[in-house]
């Protein structure tokens, strides 16, 4: 575990295909997992994770929303998450509300920036 990494509130447990269980507790971790060990390095929730926990790391994101993604991540992978009853439908939802708030949050950031530069 990476000291400086934003920890969850609730450890992420997944199921892994391999039939063992594995615990995640902060966003470094699902990073490196999903960097290094993913089964499949294809799916548009496995993208979506991998970047949202980057932008969590660099204080970007709430480490809660990149949590949320790396479950979506796992179970669109077929790793069922320990306690997570999540339909397809609910996926979607999430999945848009995450980039909806990622492109807000940018948005924010250049409107700031833009304001810096020019004095206001």
Do not use: K
Request: overall charge neutral; aromatic content about 6%.
């Amino acid at each position: 575990m990476h000291n400086s990494a934003p920890r969850w509130a609730t450890p992420v447990h997944v199921h892994l295909q391999c039939g063992l269980e594995r615990g995640f507790v902060c966003v470094h971790d699902a990073l490196d997992f999903l960097e290094h060990e993913w089964p499949s390095r294809t799916g548009a929730l496995y993208a979506r994770a991998a970047n949202l926990c980057r932008v969590a790391l660099d204080g970007g994101l709430p480490a809660d929303m990149a949590r949320e993604a790396f479950i979506f991540a796992c179970l669109e992978a077929g790793m069922p998450v320990a306690g997570e009853r999540r339909s397809r439908r609910r996926h979607e939802h999430v999945g848009d509300t995450l980039a909806a708030s990622l492109v807000a949050h940018h948005a924010a950031e250049t409107r700031m920036a833009h304001a810096l530069a020019h004095g206001g």
